[in-house]
């Protein structure tokens, strides 16, 4: 059985860091499978067996990076410091790091500039035209702000590999060394009719600015992950707990599985549970993404972080900690933006080239402007090749598909759609066929009583003397005289009808001489007049029934003292949102498709109701799978919809499988959508957002490789000075976060 492993790589800035990242940790014996994440900081390895902390640290290292695993640091609280948390901390180390060095560096290179630039340095101190003092103001910035760069391109050169840091230690330290040369030994440029010029403005100025960009993008990141912030959020904080008799508030991380929780109006629910006393409406939105407060009852279960909108409660806890379901829900979350989408790796791989070309087209634009350039031509040779070099680096590239990835499992998380990986994501906008399972999927998947008809008014009206014989009337003399004698009964029929009479609030009355009679139906004395409910008999006919039965509807027929009085149609009732959604993806193009195991008479009748435009009845469970499979062979990308055991293979076996979140594990566990809410709008939403997701991801790539194709030769031309150059590479960055970050306005 496979294994996965989670921890965080600290010191990555661009594609090509994901890239030499992902090839050191697949090296690692055991390994077979790697992925790491740009946007989220995170590693993720697929292996055999558990791999040792040390062999992961030390392949890290050899990339150059650093490996971050949990520790136990807040031991004064007893409690695990998670990765989560220490990505946070390392987060806020940098960004307060990268503060104070942007603000020194630009700082200390606007001084440089005031002081070399011309048409300014005429207004500037004596001291700041001073070639000296700006070597000091320049060494500063060099090897202390930028101190992280050369330890990074230090270390990737050591292993033969390259990266933006690279790049920007390459392009700064040439103008650096350059400058010294010009400030110490100014005669022997002189001696060769060259401008005894320093450019520390162009290394200061270019440091100061990547770091800036390193820093905004740094806090653009941080609102892709917000979708996490904001389940995190949601966990209550506390418990009241009824513990010997008495009750006491707890922290949320005391609550135990089996401990009684008491909830009163306006509280948040602490962990799952099911109801052992009382009864509520519950708001569950935050979970489902489900406006409508949800009513629940004795033996109902409750979903951790949903609000109690009115009535107080007792339950029984049953998942604690990271059981819950929102803790499920976060840990889903946070795999599927760690995940990698097909796209992605190819991003990947072309900038793993990219560095080493760009190396050369640097090196190639010195020798040009260098043999065919103007005077001096060795100062224009080497701003050129600096230029190229700044504006090549691929942290747009690297950036455009994990932050849309991140942005839209968030957005689907929110509207209670749980995306597995980026894979699901990016394939199901393609879906062209959607597979629905019938039963708990496209209907409510229990019971329901749909139509009860009076045929016989005297023999019901003779049981409720006094009542007015009114339609409504006997209707309900007639469901509570059949709802008595079904109470004895344990056949899903005879819960239909109960449940029917609750909610009616009907009165039962007493029955005896109850008998179930196998196959034929039950029968009792009720008020000294014998009731047989089941089979119409062969004596008698009613057309009605059989327009019933006709629509899919199972029939009992209700007999006082032998004469046939009324009958109950039951049926798997449709869900609310099954029609619309239907409805929706046929207007989209997409083929819908239901497949049941009941008779092809009661999945027609489903399937007319609903505009599905192909029926499978009669199928199988075991068949399913290969009714699925039957489509791909036609070249279709197929999405199959389920909820039950029986559709795990299915649903394994379809291009995408998307569970119901009222279905089994089983049946989760093996499609790439879980739709918590239930409602079948979200099978829609899921595809809109695809859509839209892939949409911001091909415009992010657009913009990255437009950004480097167009700016290149830009820059090979010299059209463009190292300090545009630097300032463009930030802004590619930030541009393709912003776009990611718009996604959240989508409308799915």
Not at 221 to 233: F, R, S, V
Not at 352 to 357: A, K, N, Q, T
Not at 390 to 404: F, K, V
């Amino acid at each position: 059985m496979k294994t996965k492993q989670t921890f965080a790589i600290k010191g990555m800035h661009c594609a090509s860091c994901v890239y030499t990242s992902e090839k050191a940790l697949k090296a690692i014996p055991g390994v077979t499978d790697a992925v790491v994440n740009l946007a989220t900081g995170k590693a993720t390895l697929t292996t055999d067996s558990m791999i040792e902390k040390n062999k992961i640290i030390d392949a890290v290292k050899s990339a150059g990076y650093q490996a971050m695993f949990p520790s136990y640091a807040k031991a004064s609280e007893g409690k695990e410091e998670t990765l989560d948390d220490k990505i946070k901390v390392e987060k806020m180390k940098e960004l307060k790091d990268l503060r104070i060095k942007v603000f020194v560096s630009l700082f200390l290179g606007g001084l440089i500039v005031w002081g070399s630039f011309p048409g300014i340095m005429d207004f500037a101190p004596i001291l700041l035209r001073n070639f000296y003092f700006q070597f000091v103001l320049a060494t500063i910035v060099q090897f202390w702000a930028a101190g992280d760069l050369y330890r990074a391109a230090i270390s990737s050169l050591k292993h033969r590999t390259a990266n933006m840091d690279t790049l920007v230690v390459i392009g700064t330290t040439v103008a650096f060394l350059y400058s010294i040369f010009v400030t110490f030994f100014p005669n022997f440029f002189m001696d060769l009719k060259i401008e005894a010029m320093p450019y520390f403005d162009v290394s200061t100025v270019i440091i100061g600015l990547i770091l800036l960009g390193r820093y905004l993008e740094a806090q653009a990141k941080a609102g892709t992950g917000e979708a996490i912030k904001k389940l995190i959020g949601l966990q209550a904080k506390t418990a009241r707990v009824i513990r010997n008799k008495k009750e006491i508030d707890i922290s949320i991380n005391e609550v135990i599985a089996g401990d009684l929780i008491r909830v009163r109006p306006g509280e948040k629910i602490p962990v799952d549970g099911v109801i052992v006393e009382g009864e509520s409406a519950i708001d569950e939105s935050m979970v489902t993404g489900e406006s409508m407060p949800s009513s629940k009852y004795k033996g109902d279960t409750v979903i951790g972080a949903t609000m109690n909108k009115s009535g107080s409660f007792v339950y029984k806890a049953t998942k604690v900690g990271s059981d819950t379901m929102l803790s499920q829900i976060i840990k889903l979350v946070e795999e599927a933006q760690g995940s990698k989408a097909p796209i992605q790796r190819l991003a990947d791989v072309i900038s793993s080239y990219f560095v080493p070309i760009v190396i050369m087209l640097a090196i190639g634009t010195f020798v040009g402007w260098y043999v065919f350039g103007t005077s001096p031509v060795f100062v224009h040779a080497m701003l050129r090749a600096i230029a190229v070099l700044i504006i090549a680096c691929p942290c747009a590239m690297g950036l455009a598909t994990p932050t849309a990835i991140m942005v839209g499992t968030g957005i689907g998380a929110q509207h209670g759609i749980l995306i597995k990986d980026a894979e699901s994501l990016e394939t199901a906008h393609k879906i062209n066929v959607i597979i629905f399972d019938k039963t708990g999927t496209l209907t409510k998947g229990k019971p329901e009583i749909t139509d009860i008809v009076v045929i016989n008014k005297s023999s019901i009206s003779k049981f409720f003397i006094g009542k007015q014989q009114t339609e409504k009337n006997l209707i309900s003399s007639l469901l509570s005289i059949v709802a008595s004698i079904e109470k004895n009964s344990e056949h899903p029929l005879a819960e239909a009808i109960v449940n029917k009479a609750k909610e009616s609030k009907l009165q039962l009355v007493k029955v005896s001489k109850f008998k179930s009679i196998t196959g034929q139906g039950v029968e009792g004395i009720v008020n000294g007049k014998k009731v047989y409910i089941g089979r119409i008999s062969k004596d008698d006919s009613f057309s009605q029934g059989e327009n019933l039965k006709d629509q899919g509807k199972t029939v009992v027929y209700v007999y006082i003292e032998n004469k046939l009085s009324g009958l109950i149609a039951i049926a798997d009732t449709i869900k609310d949102s099954s029609l619309e959604a239907i409805l929706s993806l046929n207007r989209m193009g997409i083929d819908t498709v239901m497949i049941t195991g009941d008779n092809e008479a009661t999945a027609k009748a489903i399937g007319k109701k609903l505009g599905i435009k192909k029926v499978l009845a009669e199928v199988m469970p075991q068949d399913k799978e290969q009714e699925v499979k039957r489509f791909q062979k036609e070249g279709r990308i197929v999405a199959m919809v389920g909820d039950g055991i029986n559709d795990a293979p299915a649903l394994a076996a379809a291009d995408i499988g998307i569970a119901m979140g009222s279905g089994t594990d089983v049946a989760i566990e093996a499609a790439g959508i879980t739709l918590v809410n239930k409602n079948l709008m979200s099978v829609v939403s899921a595809i809109k957002l695809s859509k839209q997701t892939m949409k911001t991801i091909r415009l992010n790539l657009f913009w990255a490789f437009a950004y480097n194709v167009v700016l290149v030769p830009v820059a090979m031309m010299g059209l463009i000075s190292p300090i545009l150059a630097s300032g463009a590479m930030a802004f590619s960055s930030i541009s393709v976060i912003t776009n990611s970050l718009l996604l959240k306005r989508a409308k799915i």
